[in-house]
């Protein structure tokens, strides 16, 4: 602070603009001090008198000056407090303006939890924390210079998502490439914009040549035109990026009802359903041990038409097997009644003219192109969402670890990256199942094979543990559950601190990034989906939408090219 | 009531390092004598160095003479008046030393130490009101508060506030409310346990 110090200079006494006075002698405008806390259990701040508790929220970003280091935290609880416990017996007369002033902050003040998540020392490197910050250090709001040196810049591999809580001038920047290189869970409850989330991750993943994406796109959500909430359309993937997704649908008539644009049709033939595939859909389709037995046993004496023979019912086909194997012809005729919704399921056939696994592993890796699977009507049943997307990535992992064995480790051989995104991820990854699940042993078996998952959830507490805890990046919007929050959480650092933020997130288009994709957790106000969403992905480091189509003119963009 | 001429408030009669009392001709009695104001003398042998205090009584002894005609039946009003302004019996005036300092190249006491002065004044030693600058830049810092509401023998709660009104007059006049918001949370972390007390100081020196 500066006092006058001339007696003389009668201007410097009482100038002639008193806020420009007052102004200078004001100290910086900060939060307030650490007041006590520990690693484990976060910090202690006691705010400065003119700091309002009113104007802070949990999951808010502040920064803590200590001697040598800068401590990036994020608020996770708020509190009021006073020095004597009386003052809540007699509390002062806070209509009167005066006393106002005079009592809050002083004998009854505030103090914010904060959960100290980084460090930045002198290399301006972050670092994870490993200690605190000593007593009666500064606590400042962050400022967009302390998040860019956390989150750095957008660049090829940093894609733009949201803004930080508060902190509407700057951007978070999560590394796509570390999103990419392990599973991504998208949890909220519903309606919290998990949808529109994803699909601005996948945007970002496809404009910055992250990687290709095969999405099994239940409610039609991803590819061509999407309603949203409130009436508006919003534009799919494809018209983002034309020549670098593929729409494939299972159900024509719903795409030419939507009026929506699909590159081709995919049939999946009948007898090249295995017993394996069937083996998925035990929760869902409530199919006991002895059923499944008896899939494979039917396969072993019918061959590849076995499902067809059994929804034709034949009585002595039925009679033949329940003498000669250990199969009861009840069992038989229940595993015939669940089955027969294939024959309402027109996207299975008896034979089909191509291989649709060939054609989509050829999108992916060939012509580098990601694919949307609509579902169509289909979506509405779980059965088929399950069978069909676990029919695919069973086969379509199966050709990736051929591709990446036959590579022998030469990175430049290698599909590209491929993530997975599935909708209802807890019917998948269901603890019961989840072991034995393609989804379960993708999610598990990490990055080995260039194939991640997506996952994209409203019920995370039903997903297998184990997978849980392979997601390296959690995105959660809005969880009210306490087993859902639970969940998500477990395995996080400093999880205790995140729990409040997490309970009382917006209701829509606010998410808690955690994990692999960002150096520390941070909650965003996700970018809006909207036409200017769609102006920057043009504009993206030479890989929007323009130079797209040039290179498709020009011929390019051949299997050789690497997206790496 | 504050202003920059130099103006004596007396001369020392008694002194310590805690405070003094200085003596004036009841004549010379008027608003430089006010509860509360801000003063200032040289300590032992030092002309640079000030205590400042507060004046927290001003006492008009009695003698003989005044007992004599108070009791009387009646009196001349002419001896009456020359009795209240030629008495050979000064007013006493006491102070609470707050803080000293060390005057500056115009004679200003400007940014002193809220703590009791080294040497006490000499006897006779003229005691003057501080100047509006002194005052003003004597009250940046609260410190002295405490050497005020610890002081035994004083009705410290009125003499802070008393104090603290007559400074706020030092401070810009879009500035006093101010002034006494932060004069006041000061207190209320210094009495935070002794709430009625607090109460009773916020309501003396509340701004109307
Ligand atoms: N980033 C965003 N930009 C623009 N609008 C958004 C965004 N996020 C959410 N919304 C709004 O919120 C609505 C719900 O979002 P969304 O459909 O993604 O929710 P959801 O979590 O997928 O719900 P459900 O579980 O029912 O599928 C959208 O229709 C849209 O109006
Ligand atoms: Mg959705």
New interface residues.
Partial sequence: MQYPDDSENLDQWFPRDASAYMQAVLPIPRLGVVVGGSLSKGLVVKLDRGQSVEDLAVGRYVVVHGTNKRFFCMINDISLNNTNPAIQSDPPDISDPFLSAVYTGTAAYGTIHVAPMLSIGDDDKPKPVKTIPSHFMEVMNANVEDVNDVFGHEDESHFNVGTPLELDETQINIDLKRLVERSVGVFGKSGTGKSFLTRVLLAGVIAKNQGVNLIFDMHNDYGWEITSENGSSVKGLKQLFSSKVTILTLDVESSRRRNAKFDSEVKIGLDEIEPEDIAQLRVTMSLSDAMIDAAHTLHKRWGDSWIRRLLKGNVDDIEEVAENTPIMSGTLLALQRRLERFERWDFLVAETPEDSVERIVNLLVEQQQSVVLEFGRYGNSLEAYILVANYLTRRIHERYIDKVERALGDKAMEPPQLLITIEEAHKFLDPQIARATIFGIIAREMRKYNVTLLIVDQRPSGIDEEVMSQIGTRVTALLDNERDINAVLNGISGAAGLREVLSRLDTKQQAIIMGHAVPMPVVVKTRAYDEQFYASLINANGTGINIDKARKTLGSGGGERRIR | MVSTQQEIVGRILRASTKGFTCGTSSRQVDTRHDFGAFVKVPIANDGDCCVIGLIYAVEIKDDQLVNELVMADSVNPNVLLDQRENRMVPVEIDVLNVGYGYR?A?G?V??GFHSLPPRPPMSLTDVELC?I?EV??FT?RYDFFRTVINASDVPSDDLLAAALRYASQAY?E??R??F??HC??H???ML??D?KR??HV?ALI??A
Avoid: C, H, K
Wanted: overall charge neutral; proline content about 7%.
């Fill in positions: 500056d115009n200003a400007i940014n100047s600058y003003f830049t940046q810009p879009n500035q409310y101010e006494m918001v006041g949370q207190l209320a972390r935070a346990n709430l607090l109460s916020l509340r701004p």
